[in-house]
């Protein structure tokens, strides 16, 4: 099946730095959504991504939807505690299906 | 701000059971889904559900799983018969079009 690779899988940053973590895969896709998933929780949408070449910010969060289709990346700006999670893209294959597929999470950790 | 809802939070079952695990969507949404993430690993797309019918299924929904819509308001997954690695957050999400918002899940353990 489609896979969604993400790098890093975890990191350890000291608060206030920037952080940038991304979504490759070999296939193309239509749309691409950003979540961030506390313990115990759903996911929660934090940025959604629908032109290829697209960016777009919601805070310190931007992302972009990589101009081939098949990568993204989502940068956080000055981390500040409460960032700590598991970052999750996810990706809906063109065409026509509303399925999404989960990339492998990336796991942040911020220091104070 | 509308959110989905899932009820339970938890729940606990006895192996070869059946489950019903229950979902608000967010009211004027038109599509629903159900994911599932096993402990410690990524979500992962079970089924979708428009117009009162499934538009997708992956192979993980066998014929153990089906869901419904009861009234205006609902939309279920039931598990017939439970099996121990149908332990997981199950996830319910609505959309009106391609961005999916999800619930705070179910918990469901197996025993």
């Known amino acids: 099946g489609q896979q969604l690779n993400q790098s890093p899988q975890s990191m350890f940053i000291q608060e206030g730095e920037d952080v940038s973590m991304n979504c490759t895969s070999s296939?193309?896709?239509?749309?691409w959504l950003w979540y961030k998933q506390d313990p115990g929780e759903g996911p929660v949408l934090l940025i959604a991504?629908?032109?290829?070449?697209e960016l777009t910010s919601n805070g310190r969060l931007t992302a972009q939807f990589g101009i081939t289709r098949k990568d993204s990346f989502l940068n956080i700006s000055a981390s500040i505690p409460s960032d700590v999670g598991i970052y999750f893209c996810?990706?809906?294959?063109?065409?026509?299906?509303?399925?999404?597929?989960f990339g492998t999470g990336t796991r942040l950790k911020v220091l104070a | 701000e509308p959110e989905v809802t899932q009820t339970p939070s938890h729940q606990v079952t006895q192996m070869g059971q059946e489950v019903i695990l229950r979902c608000v969507p967010i009211?004027?949404?038109?599509?629903f889904y159900w994911y599932r993430q096993i402990l410690g690993q990524k979500v992962e797309f079970l089924v979708s559900?428009?117009?009162?019918?499934?538009?997708?299924k992956s192979e993980i929904f066998d014929d153990q799983f089906s869901v419904e819509r009861p009234d205006g308001s609902n939309f279920t997954l039931k598990i017939r018969s439970t099996k121990l690695e149908d332990s997981a957050m199950y996830f319910c999400?609505?959309?009106?079009?391609?961005?999916?918002?999800f619930g705070p899940g179910t918990r469901l353990t197996v025993l």
């Open positions: 999400a609505s959309s009106l079009a391609d961005t999916q918002y």
């Open positions: 296939s193309i896709f239509n749309t």
């Open positions: 991504l629908y032109k290829a070449g």
């Open positions: 996810a990706g809906q294959q063109f065409p026509g299906t509303y399925k999404y597929i």
């Open positions: 009211s004027n949404h038109l599509y």
């Open positions: 559900f428009y117009n009162n019918e499934i538009s997708e």
